[in-house]
């Protein structure tokens, strides 16, 4: 009998298998984050999926929200080289914990506002800060920056003196706290949870956080004045990074897909947090309370309380760390000649 027929049908079924399998190559990157799906970092993240897709469609990033892979937020970073997960939204105050230099980013004063921030891609400064973390296990893929405002059940917080005896706290970590106590705040340590309740029943002065945060807990409802727009105390970075040994793993054709979603979902960011400064401010404004801008003076002499305060122990941590502040300064002057 001929064996013909019988090895069309084993080569029918093969052919169904590998079809249900997908591409060999086809591989999965998972994305955790503790947002909610509402706020603009979710909603890039969704950007930077769909891009990449585009670009490589046996590559693929699948998005985990609201710490739904019940990682603890500050412990991601551990997740992230261990494996556990490829990639991660992660407040660089949790990386800076880990490794001090990293702290770079979350200084106040610098960048001056969000936009200015921007001019530091493809910079010297981004250079340096991309080696320190590849040589850490992981990279930082997308350069997302946000500013934020200050609310006051008080009085107007604008500069450093007018804010002297209150309680307050920022959203921004230790070198924020420490800029505003050094300036005679008292610092209220609480967690996020607890920021809203403890400014409503009069036990928290003043709160900086970002655009979105000061609308989406309805700061509007109790706070008499909120300071926002102009020049931003409170700039902070918080990227998608992805592990070191999951780049390496990609195709050079995989990479600059990811490098061109980034991209994309860079300038999505970027659009959004001027929309989210138009929206406080509107918020703000229709619920009566008192809104201003942080004049350029306003913001000089808080750039002197960092300057002797955050700024120079961050310098003290180490050769490498005086380098990188001097690196981000140097991009700064010179991000004129990159226009």
């Known amino acids: 009998m001929s064996t013909r ?129 590849e040589e850490k296990g992981f990279r930082i893929l997308t350069w997302w920056w946000f500013d934020g405002g200050m609310a006051s059940r008080a009085h107007a917080v604008t500069g450093p003196d007018t804010i002297k005896g209150l309680t307050a706290r920022s959203g921004g970590g230790n070198d924020f706290n420490n800029m505003l106590s050094a300036a005679g705040a008292k610092i209220a340590s609480m967690p996020l949870t607890e920021v809203r309740p403890s400014m409503e029943a009069g036990k928290l002065d003043v709160a900086q956080n970002s655009f979105e945060l000061l609308v989406s807990l309805k700061f509007h409802e109790f706070a008499k004045f909120v300071t926002v727009g102009g020049y931003s105390t409170l700039t902070v970075f918080m990227p998608v990074l992805i592990s070191k040994s999951a780049w390496d793993g990609l195709s050079d054709g995989e990479r600059q897909a990811l490098e061109d979603a980034a991209a994309a979902s860079n300038i999505f960011l970027e659009a959004s947090q001027r929309e989210a400064q138009e929206q406080a401010i509107e918020v703000f404004t229709k619920a009566g309370v008192k809104v201003q801008e942080l004049s350029f003076e306003e913001y000089s002499a808080w750039l002197q309380v960092a300057k002797d305060g955050p700024w120079k122990s961050y310098r003290a941590l180490s050769p490498r760390a005086a380098d990188l502040f001097d690196s981000l300064l140097r991009s700064f002057i010179n991000s004129g000649t990159r226009q």
């Not at 999965?28 to 979710?42: N, W």
């Not at 500050?74 to 080289?81: N, R």
């Open 5 to 133: 027929p019988f090895l069309c049908v084993i080569c029918a079924a093969l052919m169904v298998l590998l079809m249900a399998a997908g591409p060999a190559d086809a591989r999965e990157l998972r994305l955790s984050h503790q947002l909610p799906e509402s706020v603009a970092r979710h909603r890039a993240a969704r950007v930077l999926a769909a891009e990449v897709k585009k670009r490589a469609p046996d590559l693929s990033i699948k998005i985990f929200p609201n710490s739904s892979l019940k990682i603890p937020p500050p412990e991601q970073y551990e997740a992230m080289l261990e494996g556990k997960i490829e990639m991660t939204i992660l407040p660089m105050g949790y990386a800076s914990a880990k490794v001090a230099e990293l702290s770079v980013v979350t200084l106040p004063g610098v960048p001056l506002n969000a936009e200015a921030a921007s001019l530091l891609k493809g910079s010297e400064f981004e250079e340096k800060l991309q080696h320190l973390c």
